[in-house]
């Protein structure tokens, strides 16, 4: 539907932009970077492009480009005024980064002033997963499941260490996806 609607629109971000979800959750991730990072040269103020770019990169492959990417995402934001989309944004690239104490940090304040929002309960379950708070990760992955989330954004590459967790699996076996985390 975004490929036609692009077709008929070539100019229509948001189609580009979900377009490049829709290939990225399908491990399409070449084609998810290419179509973010045409949404970001045409939206530059747009933080969610860049950091759906870093995450397409990352996925796809192993260069540092997607390194790159987040610290550029963290250096622009750093000079944004911050509100919670922002805060959930630096939040995910700090983790993906390693820095963990920055990325926590953040997600504290996003989780005081946004508490509820489906995006950061899933930045909360990223978070956690990547700082090894194995325990905070799943419960949040479990909060995004009852709230709708679809078990495909836990599909990527960064929910891997959670394989060997039982509740973990519990929650792929209740969503239908036991084969998530076999090989």
Known sequence: SFETLIKQKPHDILAISNLGLSYLLTN???KAF??????SEAAPKNNNYLINMADAKGLHDSSSEHIELYR??????NNEQMNAQNLRLRSQAYAHLGKY?????????????????????YTAALVHTLANNKASAILNIEKSLN?????????????????????????????????????
């Open 28 to 30: 399409n991730y070449l």
């Open 101 to 121: 104490s920055e990325a926590l940090t953040d997600l504290q304040q996003v989780e005081k002033s946004d508490p509820d929002n489906i995006e950061t309960i």
């Open 147 to 183: 709230n709708n989330m679809h078990i495909l954004w836990f599909s990527f590459k960064w929910f891997d260490l959670l394989c060997d967790e039982p509740t973990f699996r519990l929650l792929l076996a209740q969503h239908n996806s036991l084969d998530r985390c076999h090989p």
């Open 72 to 77: 550029h995402l963290i250096e622009k934001i």
């Open 34 to 39: 290419e179509l973010f990072k045409t949404a």
